[in-house]
């Protein structure tokens, strides 16, 4: 078969006679000299690489389960083409499994004094900060026989947002905030409400709503309208302890309780209440105050890319602190935990009465439906042994919910796909009767 390309070269080189009998180093530089000079000469026409100009743009965020292109401008400022191989390094995270190499390798060709772009995408699989490491350039001869090689640090952070899947429910929940919102006028009667405007009274009106003065006014009789108040105080609390760390399905708690807050922080938002965010385990990870409602949500959103749970055991006390002195006026405070009976009743419960007397206070928690699939599941002595456990587990689930129920809070509990709605649905209803 006839050689092509660099082995006919390499094949070229080597192809000087040598005499069997001499096989020493004269011999061998005899064979060597062609291929050492042609090595020689490739290595003197690469482009030098350390003098290679590196910069970035692009994407600077990007939400979880979305890509993010970060562009890296590669200048040669010498006097060779550049003809490289170019690996634009990452973490791990930043792409999905089995997609770095052919993600992060490129081939470019730059000639003297010009410049190129390279686009490296990145799917991160990881919320937080993704930050670039080492650009690594092999800087080839035009016969490909040596090489340059060098680093750069060309410094870039592409920042991984929460996904916020609970959007999607943000149009229905905004259609039934309108209806409670004076856009379509309702008599809501109860603590906490605004006047809106007067109609014209019709056969079962509240006659308590009738205006007299209004009335001698006019031919007929007029009666006020309401709508929930707005302006008011929203405090989301994430626990960052131990208990947002356990996985249900395939994320861990406290991502299905950053989207359920999302969510409300959108709805609140929308219907004019000021919404604060604290994340809190044994001290303060995050806090987001005094922002505008437009500003609102994007604030909560960078602040909730970095949080990851801590393995300790949530200082309830500290919490309670906390949230009274972020919160000193009457709000709603919106605490997304567990509902494990362990971290309720020996840390939440001895400071509920401290919350509840000043605030109104939803405990929002995280169901794991797999423990409801086990208790239905039948049909060998492993399965109904899981059945057991799964219904001494929600047995005593549900004993944890009504003890804090007692103590006046309203529990949302529910599965990671439905928390958020579920939060969003027990937010109206308070607005509704007039507990906001």
């Given at each position: ?5 660099r ?26 000299g ?6 020689a000469?490739d ?15 692009g ?5 979880l389960?979305?890509t993010?292109?970060v ?7 010498s ?5 490289a191989?170019?690996?634009?390094a ?17 081939r470019?060709?730059v ?8 686009t ?21 001869g035009p016969l ?6 060098g680093?750069h640090?060309?410094?870039w ?5 929460p996904?916020?899947t ?5 149009p229905?929940?905004l ?6 919102d004076g ?14 405007s007067l ?27 309401w ?9 989301l609390?994430l626990?960052?302890g131990?208990?947002?760390?356990g ?6 708690r ?20 000021r919404v604060d965010?604290?994340a ?8 987001v105050?005094?922002?505008?409602a ?8 960078a602040?909730?890319?970095?949080l ?6 949530t ?5 309670a602190?906390t949230?009274?002195?972020t ?5 709603l ?7 494990d ?7 939440l419960?001895?400071v509920?009465?401290?919350l509840t007397?000043?605030?109104t206070?939803v ?9 409801a699939?086990m208790a239905?599941t ?8 899981e ?24 529990i949302?509990?529910?599965?990671p796909?439905d ?18």
């Amino acid at each position: 078969m006839p050689l092509t390309g660099r082995a006919a070269l390499l094949a070229a080189l080597g192809s000087v006679p040598v005499g069997i009998w001499d096989p020493g180093w004269t011999g061998i530089l005899a064979v060597n000299g062609p291929l050492a000079v042609a090595c020689a000469c490739d290595f003197a026409l690469a482009a030098p690489v350390r003098r290679l100009i590196l910069s970035r743009s692009g994407d600077t965020s990007a939400r979880l389960g979305e890509t993010a292109d970060v562009t890296l401008t590669v200048t040669n400022p010498s006097r060779r083409p550049l003809r490289a191989r170019l690996r634009d390094a990452w973490p791990p995270s930043s792409w999905q499994p089995g997609t770095e190499i052919a993600a992060s390798r490129h081939r470019l060709t730059v000639p003297p004094g010009e410049r190129r772009r390279i686009t490296t995408r990145l799917r991160p699989t990881r919320r937080g900060d993704r930050q670039a490491d080492r650009v690594t350039i092999r800087s080839y001869g035009p016969l490909g026989l040596f090489s340059r090689q060098g680093t750069h640090k060309v410094p870039w952070t592409v920042r991984v947002l929460p996904p916020f899947t609970s959007r999607k429910h943000l149009p229905s929940k905004l259609a039934r905030l309108r209806e409670l919102d004076g856009r379509t006028s309702v008599l809501t009667r109860g603590e906490g409400t605004e006047f809106d405007s007067l109609r014209e009274y019709v056969p079962g009106d509240d006659t308590r709503s009738i205006d007299w003065r209004a009335t001698a006014r006019h031919t007929a009789v007029a009666v006020r309208t309401w709508r929930p108040e707005r302006d008011r105080h929203i405090l989301l609390v994430l626990d960052t302890g131990r208990t947002s760390a356990g996985r249900v399905g395939d994320a861990p708690r406290l991502d299905a309780s950053m989207d359920a807050a999302l969510l409300l922080a959108a709805l609140a938002s929308r219907a004019g209440d000021r919404v604060d965010l604290l994340a809190y385990d044994r001290r303060v990870r995050a806090l987001v105050q005094g922002r505008k409602a437009s500003d609102a949500l994007p604030s909560l959103v960078a602040a909730m890319a970095t949080l990851e749970p801590e393995l300790v055991e949530t200082d309830a006390r500290g919490l309670a602190a906390t949230a009274l002195r972020t919160a000193p006026r009457r709000s709603l405070l919106v605490l997304l935990t567990s509902l494990d009976a362990a971290p309720v009743e020996e840390g939440l419960l001895p400071v509920l009465a401290q919350l509840t007397q000043r605030h109104t206070v939803v405990v929002a928690s995280v169901a794991d439906p797999r423990i409801a699939e086990m208790a239905t599941t039948r049909g060998d002595v492993d399965a109904v042994y899981e059945a057991a456990a799964a219904a001494q587990a929600q047995a005593e689930r549900h004993r944890t919910a009504e003890q804090l129920r007692r103590h006046g809070v309203t529990i949302v509990d529910a599965t990671p796909d439905d928390l958020a709605p579920a939060l969003a649905d027990a937010y109206l209803a308070l607005k509704a009767a007039g507990r906001l």
